[in-house]
């Protein structure tokens, strides 16, 4: 990858120096005459290093620096300074700035250690921001069907819990349990089953309202909390997602299969307003939903085939 370098001084013969030098190592450089055309270049070329210098007319350096870090930019700075002017350097070191150098830039090997240091730290924090956004991502994603998972779930509806008490409004909980799946493994095979609890919750995630949320409970079985829905939305919508269950084929290596689904569901907060109410009626309503012959959704008590 190319790192891009923005330099920023008034004096040309420099400018056209580090440009070479930088470029010769292999950098992207982009320039700016003063501190004021430096933040605009900044602010569009968004470069991954600034090396600016601390006099220079309509905005100095240590404006400069300011002006980066106010933006909350994480973008290193190093300051380029004369002999007559380390106290500014240190001011701006004390400001957040990552080095200084003083000029005249006779040594470029200090130069491109300096650089090259930066560069290389910010990589690494680079890496490691986006090695901690996979795991976070991880740990609240179930990693066979990529639904949120369990844990997820309980965060979740203590927040909708929350919310929908707060204005007043409804929503709705459902437990969905595969029928026969043992039977579709025993047949298929485990991986087939695999695919098919996968394939599920593209097909659910697919069916609900982009405010629905799809939740993996555990092994075959999935919870889905509907914001915003009342008992005769939830009906509507179950139907709908029921109908996409039941007309997939699942096939994978040549083998193919159908299921059917039971759901049972509980309403906040007509039926409980609690988060284990709620998950207990939902559980309740699946099992005599299971007992009636599967292949339905409970809610109330009223069976939906
Ligand atoms: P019912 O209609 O009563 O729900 O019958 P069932 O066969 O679906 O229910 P049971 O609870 O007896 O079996 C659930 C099966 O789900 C057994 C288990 O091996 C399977 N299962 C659970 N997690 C996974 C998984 O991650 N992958 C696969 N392939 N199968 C799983
Ligand atoms: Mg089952
Ligand atoms: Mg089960």
Request: proline share 2%; hydrophobic share 40%; net charge negative.
């Amino acid at each position: 990858m190319n790192e891009k370098i923005l330099i920023i001084d008034d004096e040309a013969e420099i400018l056209e120096l580090l440009t070479e030098v930088l470029q010769e190592e292999g950098y992207k450089v982009v320039k700016a005459g003063d501190g004021m055309e430096g933040l605009e270049v900044f602010q569009s070329e968004t470069p991954d290093l600034v090396i600016t210098d601390v006099k220079m007319p309509r905005k100095d350096g240590l404006e400069v620096l300011k002006g980066i870090k106010d933006s909350g930019s994480d973008v290193d700075v190093i300051i380029l300074t004369g002999h007559s002017d380390e106290a500014t350097a240190i001011e701006c070191l004390r400001s957040g700035a990552y080095d200084y150098l003083l000029k005249p830039v006779e040594d470029v090997e200090v130069l491109l250690t300096a650089v090259n240091r930066a560069i290389h730290k910010r990589n690494l924090e680079i890496k490691n921001k986006r090695l901690i956004e996979q795991l976070e991502e991880m740990a609240i994603r179930d990693s066979l069907t990529g639904l949120y998972n369990f844990r997820q779930l309980q965060a979740f509806l203590d927040d909708e819990l929350i919310r929908s008490e707060r204005y007043g409004h409804a929503f709705c909980l459902l437990v969905i349990d595969i029928d026969h799946f043992k039977a579709i493994n025993d047949t298929h095979g485990h991986q087939f089953g695999d695919h098919v609890l996968k394939k599920l919750g593209e097909i659910m995630s697919k069916a609900c309202r982009s405010t629905d949320r799809v939740f993996r409970y555990g092994g075959e079985e999935f919870v889905i909390i509907m914001p915003e829905t009342g008992d005769d939305e939830a009906v509507v919508a179950v139907h709908r997602l029921m109908d996409a269950v039941r007309s997939h084929t699942f096939v994978s290596d040549e083998q193919r299969a159908k299921i059917t689904v039971s759901i049972g569901g509980a309403s906040f907060p007509f039926q409980s307003i609690d988060k284990v109410g709620l998950i207990k009626l939902a559980d309740q309503a699946l099992y005599r939903a299971k007992e009636m012959g599967r292949n339905r959704f409970i809610l109330k008590e009223v069976i939906h085939e």
